[in-house]
């Protein structure tokens, strides 16, 4: 299953994983100016919601086209139950 983000959803994903990359660099930052441990944690938490919730957008948008390709018949030949067990490992992932 190839994923295709277009258009917003797109933005949206690389919008979520530059936010990411910006909290962890703060987060490496504040490690070596030796910031109070409750700022450092409140950032890496920022961060992983952040990942998360790209995450989240990705596989929604692949759960999108693999019932569009269902639909219109278009399946590569996999098994819709090999294609639910690839879909259920990937959101075990980010859980």
């Known amino acids: 299953m190839e994923l295709e983000l277009e258009g917003a ?20 930052r504040m490690i070596e100016e030796g910031r109070d441990c409750e700022d ?34 278009r399946e590569n030949g996999e098994d819709p139950e090999a294609m639910r067990a690839r879909l259920e490992k990937l959101f075990l992932s980010l859980a």
Do not use: P, Y
């Open 40 to 73: 450092v944690v409140t950032q890496l938490a920022a961060a992983s919601r952040a990942l998360d919730r790209a995450g989240f957008a990705i596989i929604a948008t692949g759960l999108q086209q693999c019932v569009l390709d269902m639909e219109s018949g």
């Open 9 to 28: 959803a797109l933005k949206s994903v690389l919008n979520r994983l530059r936010r990411a990359q910006g909290q962890i660099s703060g987060v490496i």
